[in-house]
Nanobody, 125 residues
């Protein structure tokens, strides 16, 4: 089993920044990738960003490209971060961290076996 714990959410003004973190524990060796998704009220869960186990490949959803950056702790590849800059009200959502164990499309929710509880991000305009 794998446990994922997110941190770093909160309330921020439009144009501001936040950094989310996700720490994975348990059977995390040789995972394929880790990702961030978000879900706003009355909307489907949306892909935000993902990073490969090696940290060499990163992927982003169209709505966050150029504003968000996903990274991995090089010392502990079981911790990933999501740096969010230039936040806008449309970024308000619960952000979920997820871990994928097998080679799949990292941009789809169906690819991930494990999910965190989520952390709320609220952007005030």
């Amino acid at each position: 089993q794998v446990q994922l714990v997110e941190a770093g959410g909160g309330l921020v003004q439009a144009g501001g920044s936040l950094r989310l973190s996700c720490a994975a524990s348990g059977r995390t060796f040789n995972y394929y990738g880790m990702g961030w998704f978000r879900q706003a009220p009355r909307k489907e869960r949306e892909f935000v960003a993902a990073i490969s186990w090696s940290g060499r490949k990163a992927y982003y959803g169209d709505s966050v490209k150029g504003r968000f950056t996903i990274s991995r702790d090089n010392a502990k590849n079981t911790t990933v971060y999501l740096q969010m800059n230039g936040l806008i009200s449309e970024d308000t959502a619960v952000y979920y961290c997820a871990l994928c164990n097998t080679p799949r499309n990292l941009a789809t929710t169906e690819s991930y076996e494990y999910w965190g509880q989520g952390t709320q991000v609220t952007v005030s305009s």
